[in-house]
Nanobody, 124 residues
Framework: QVQLVESGGGLVQTGTSLRLSCAAS????????MGWFRQAPGKEREFVAA????????YYADSVKGRFTISRDNAKNTLYLQMNSLKPEDTAVYYCVAGYFRGSVFYAPNYNYWGQGTQVTVSS
């Protein structure tokens, strides 16, 4: 089992930054693929970013590429999402995810574990 707890969300203005954190406990941190998904009201859940266990490769949705950075600190058992130049369309509940798989990091069902989510609201 893996437990994921997100923090760092909040209400910010357009153009500012936030850093989300995801504290992981349970199985050995660093051996799983991890990522972030988000869901805005009335919209489907969407992939945001991922980082692989195998080689630390990072992947981003086109909508956040160049603005968001995913990273992990295995010593602290923590995953991060640095979000810069935030836009109102980034408003959503952000979920930390983890999974042990060889498939696509963009595919939500591949992730076995999900956090409870943290709200990010960007005002215009």
């Amino acid at each position: 089992q893996v437990q994921l707890v997100e923090s760092g969300g909040g209400l910010v203005q357009t153009g500012t930054s936030l850093r989300l954190s995801c504290a992981a406990s349970g199985r050995t941190f660093g051996t799983e693929n991890m990522g972030w998904f988000r869901q805005a009201p009335g919209k489907e859940r969407e992939f945001v970013a991922a980082i692989t266990a195998l080689d630390g490769g990072t992947y981003y949705a086109d909508s956040v590429k160049g603005r968001f950075t995913i990273s992990r600190d295995n010593a602290k058992n923590t995953l991060y999402l640095q979000m810069n130049s935030l836009k109102p369309e980034d408003t959503a509940v952000y979920y930390c995810v983890a999974g042990y798989f060889r498939g696509s990091v963009f595919y939500a069902p591949n992730y076995n574990y999900w956090g409870q989510g943290t709200q990010v609201t960007v005002s215009s």
